[in-house]
């Protein structure tokens, strides 16, 4: 994907795509076996790893339980699921404190910053991320910082495949599905683009930070989504 391409300037940042299917797994099992050990070694892993994409992922795991859940009747399987969600996640936080604790204390001096900055703002408008789902699209200027590249809008890098886009559009034209569960997928992604959109709620999951070049970088996350949803259209 795009992601990975722009992300090859700085590897270290790209252990998340590798760990993000491996918790998004453990959540499901979590909600479908009532095993959490996947969950719980895999979030783990991934804040030890790089607490600041763990932080990404963390946001994203939350919301995934969210949008899972948001639908389901049984109330016990509901409060079984946020239970050890939240159990295992404050553990795994827990476990990678020692890199967490120092960035924790660096990072609540931006928080004043961030409120001040909550004027509403936006990006980028929506007719110029369409320029970002075909193959191609990945420029290097558009991670730089805007001093640098004044004429260049920073956009997410979302493309993952022609086949990937195909198949997430169709998903939604599928007549086999729940009408309901259309709604509440695309809602959900609308939600995950509104974030890249809005500048307060893009620095919210940039740790409440200003991010110096690569931006949007939890992105990925939205591929992730995309490429979810495609898979869907099989089912």
């Given amino acids: 994907m795009a992601y990975s391409i722009a992300y090859q300037f700085n590897i270290m940042w790209l252990d998340g795509v590798i760990w993000l299917p491996i918790i998004i797994l453990g959540i499901d099992r979590i909600i479908n076996k009532n095993k959490s050990e996947l969950f719980f070694i895999s979030l783990s892993i991934a804040i030890i790893s790089n607490w600041y994409i763990g932080f990404m992922l963390c946001v994203f795991s939350f919301m995934y339980v969210l949008y899972s859940l948001i639908l389901a009747n049984d109330i016990t399987l509901i409060k079984r ?19 967490i604790a120092p960035a924790i204390y660096t990072c609540l001096h931006e928080v004043p910053r961030l409120v ?33 590249a004044d004429n260049y809008l920073n956009l997410p890098n979302l493309f993952a495949g022609t086949g990937v886009l195909f198949l997430f559009i ?30 307060p709620l893009n620095r919210v999951w940039h740790v409440f930070t200003y991010n ?5 970088r939890y992105s990925f996350c939205l591929v992730f989504y995309m490429i979810y949803i495609a898979y869907k259209s099989f089912l």
């Fill in 170 to 199: 169709l998903y939604f034209f599928n007549k086999s599905v729940d009408k309901k569960d259309k709604m509440k997928d695309g809602i959900f992604g609308a939600i995950l683009l509104a974030i890249t959109l809005i500048t």
């Fill in 116 to 148: 001040a900055s909550a004027d509403g703002t936006v990006n980028y408008t929506l007719i110029d991320i369409l320029s970002k789902f075909v193959i191609g699209s990945f420029d290097f200027y558009q991670i730089t910082d805007s001093n640098f």
């Fill in 212 to 216: 110096v070049w690569f931006p949007y």
């Fill in 81 to 99: 699921t946020f239970k050890k969600f939240f159990m295992f996640g404050i553990l795994a936080a827990f476990t990678g404190l020692i890199v």
